[in-house]
């Protein structure tokens, strides 16, 4: 991996406090660095919606830009986990387009159940609870930023869709294993974070009465 540009001090007193006492310490520095590039592509986000809101002359409010840059990072973030794990630029990565299409494991559940059995408990658990938890953020925040009402079963069907995008790249970059688990439960997240979203705003029109 490349040195972190933001989080390199912080990154570097953690590792020297804790690295001996954690055992899934590997899992923190991918987290260190994907936090530390969605930081970086979130600035270059900022500062080309800037210029683009200044050519348009394009009405807008704080708030929505706000939420809309939150969005931004927690998009570039999952995919900086998920995918783009050991560069910082498209040109540092290698695609590998002749990889047998049998690692693709299409059969629902089968790799999740192997991990019940693993040496870790942890693996299941982040499979099962952080493919789901990843993608709640995706139902809630689509839905609250597009100006068009999108309905539940669109949501399912674009939370499948990003799912699979992802599954895909990990695939060609081969950075990942491609599983149809995880479009499954990160489909469930996405289904999740739209019920939420709306049950927050039934709250906020309760509270208003």
Known sequence: MNKMIFLGPLYAYIYKTYATRINHFP????SFYAVDKAILYTLFFIILRYLWIKFKKKKTSFHYEFWLV???FYVLL???LTVFRDGYFLWQFKFYWHRPLSQINLKPFIETMK???GQS?????????GN???FVPMGFFIPALKKKPIGFFQMIILGALISISIETLQFVLNT???DIDDVIFNTIGAALGYLLYFV???IKKLIKI
């Open 27 to 30: 899992l923190i520095r991918l």
């Open 70 to 72: 939150v969005f931004v």
């Open 78 to 80: 999952l995919f900086a």
């Open 115 to 117: 991990l019940v059995n």
């Open 121 to 129: 408990l942890v693996d299941f658990f982040y499979n099962l609870y």
């Open 132 to 134: 789901i938890m990843w």
């Open 176 to 178: 990942g294993v491609t």
């Open 200 to 202: 927050g705003k039934w």
